[in-house]
């Protein structure tokens, strides 16, 4: 195959889309999609390298504060990518395709590569996280203008037809940017191909990010190689390119209204589907389910590289029978299976845990008025000023789910375990280092009882039911597909060309960056607060539930549509 485009707007000029994209399709499909590839990797690094970066940045915090502010510092990469849609989309709608996706990866790439060089908590203070959440919202930016950028570029080279299948090749990029980054953390960090556990978590997680610079070159080269978009180029010579993209995306209801439709009828739910089925699960098997970091990964990507190809299956499916009954079903399936399936999740990653919460439950007995939600964004809180605090933070520390149930006021708060009750101390009676004391003993006695009727400490490797977990994660990331492979081209289709990349980019951002973005965090903020570890999935559902009705009421079909005007 050639590797060069010779082709012009002359070449495209009057040409039926059926002919376009039949010389270098492959190029272009490659370089798009490789170097989102690349971006994505870049981006997700952060996430499941959570637990090390709380520990290396945000030192000094509880461990749930310091996990959930790690998830923060996650999403704020996510909160910015919605201005970096704004801004990149505008370039992107008044300069070019090619131009800005080429800028937004050597954006991610760069700060990708810087994170890797950044000083700790332990040798530079509070400046670490400063610059560590500085380069995210970069990567956070780029992002923004990334993903818009290849999906528009990718679909105005798309035959009629097939539209879905070559734009799921985009919508792969994300599992596969999350699977390469999998990978590459996998082989690092194990003893017989990388570094090991203990060199990992002291240096080694600074490898991953390192190699983003190879890759910045990998898809710098492949990128370099693209000519402008044919139908872009050809509203350039026709003078019919937008001059105020954002006013008339935005500013004009026309188009105003065909945004808050792909956002709430398509994209929410997309977004918190996509947030649950790969990332929330993962992290729900690692602190909740208390399954070893490598093994959670491991079976993450089995799930990940069995599912993949089903993103192309639904992309083609789409150019079929239509991209609305496709996303829509996946909604349905969301919203009607998540509870029991992660349910099931907890009985096969670790049936003792499983076992022991059926028939030793735990319940907190308190005030609730004493109750905070064990969450201290600046660290200041130690909860250990009211009896119900002491308990539920001995408890968000072993990652114990319980239910609450009311105490009058005045009552000193008492965690029951199956049928023993153990009072916490009174926070008024002892301070300073007896007070430290006390709850010390109170939570020595917590976890030996919690042990004595078979809450484990860690999951046992070899209880895990890996072939069910397995097919459990592979569902999950189906629902993924079904969700996320046909909706690139339904964005494209949406909108007209010539405030295409800025009109979809947009609400794709927001739901992905902010309602997506923010799930892990806010999942398990809902968790420490409440004590139940499924209560998290009730975002998703609900919002998965009202995307289904609002896209059932008002989004539109798209697939027959010509893109060209």
């Known amino acids: 195959m050639d590797l060069k485009l010779h082709e012009t707007s002359e070449h495209y000029a009057g040409l039926p889309r059926h002919h376009v994209a039949t010389h270098d399709e492959k190029l272009i499909i490659t370089a798009s999609s490789l170097g989102t590839v690349f971006e994505w990797y870049d981006f997700y690094l952060y996430g499941l390298l959570t637990s090390i970066i709380a520990a290396k940045f945000l030192t000094g915090l509880n461990p749930t504060t310091s996990f959930i502010m790690a998830l923060l510092v996650f999403a704020a990469g996510f909160i910015v990518r919605p201005f970096g849609a704004l801004l990149f989309g505008r370039i992107g709608d008044m300069v070019g395709r090619r131009y800005t996706f080429i800028v937004t990866l050597l954006v991610m790439g760069l700060s990708t590569f810087l994170v890797g060089c950044l000083p700790t908590y332990e040798s530079v203070g509070v400046a670490a996280p400063i610059m560590l959440v500085v380069l995210r919202m970069f990567q956070g930016l780029a992002l923004g203008g990334e993903y818009g950028g290849a999906a528009t570029y990718v679909a105005e080279h798309a035959p009629e037809g097939k539209r879905g299948l070559y734009t799921s090749w985009i919508q792969i990029t994300a599992t596969a940017g999350l699977a390469m980054a999998l990978l590459i ?62 006013g008339e995306a935005f500013g004009e209801w026309k188009n105003l209204k065909i945004v808050l439709i792909a956002f709430f009828g398509a994209i929410a739910g997309q977004a918190v589907i996509w947030y649950t089925g790969q990332l929330y699960a993962m992290y729900f098997l690692e602190k909740m389910l208390k399954v070893d970091g490598l093994v959670a990964n491991n079976l993450v990507i089995i799930a990940l590289l069995l599912a993949t190809p089903f993103f192309l299956f639904f992309g083609w499916l789409s150019d079929k029978i239509g991209r609305k009954p496709i996303i829509m079903t996946g909604c349905a399936l969301a919203a009607l299976t998540m509870f029991p399936v992660f349910h099931a999740l907890a009985a096969a990653a670790n049936p003792a845990l499983a076992q022991a919460q059926a028939t030793a439950p735990v319940s907190v007995m308190a005030n609730p008025a004493e109750c905070s939600s064990q969450f201290d964004p600046v660290g200041g809180n130690k909860f250990d000023t009211t009896s119900c605090d002491i308990v539920k933070n001995a408890l968000a520390k072993a990652a114990v789910n319980y239910e609450n149930v009311a105490a009058p006021a005045g009552a000193l708060a008492t965690v029951k375990i199956g049928t023993t009750e153990i009072t916490a101390p009174d926070p008024a009676k002892v301070s300073g280092d007896e007070r430290k004391a006390a709850i010390a003993d109170f939570a020595k006695s917590m976890t030996a009882e919690l042990a004595k009727v078979g809450y484990p400490a860690k999951a046992d490797p070899d209880a895990i039911n890996k072939p069910k977990v397995i097919a459990i994660l592979f569902y999950l990331v189906l629902l993924v597909t079904m969700v996320y492979g046909p909706i690139a081209a339904m964005l494209v289709e949406l909108f007209p060309s010539k405030i295409r990349y800025t009109s979809m980019s947009l609400p794709y951002h927001i739901g992905n960056g902010w309602l997506g973005g923010l799930l892990p965090a806010i999942g398990f903020a809902m968790v420490a607060a409440n004590g139940d570890i499924y209560y998290g999935f009730w975002y998703p559902v609900v919002v998965a539930a009202l995307t289904l009705v609002i896209g059932l009421a008002v989004l539109p079909e798209t697939y027959k549509r010509n893109i060209d005007s």
Do not use: N
Not at 190 to 216: C, H, N, Q
Not at 223 to 235: G, N, T
């Open 185 to 246: 953390v996998i082989l690092v960090r194990s003893p017989t191909t990388g570094v090991g556990e203990d060199a990992f978590k002291d240096w080694g997680w600074r490898i991953p990010y390192l190699l983003s610079g190879l890759f910045l070159c990998v898809g710098l080269w492949l990128r370099l190689k693209l000519h402008e978009s044919p139908v872009f180029q050809k509203m350039k010579e026709e003078g019919t390119a937008s001059k105020r993209p954002l």
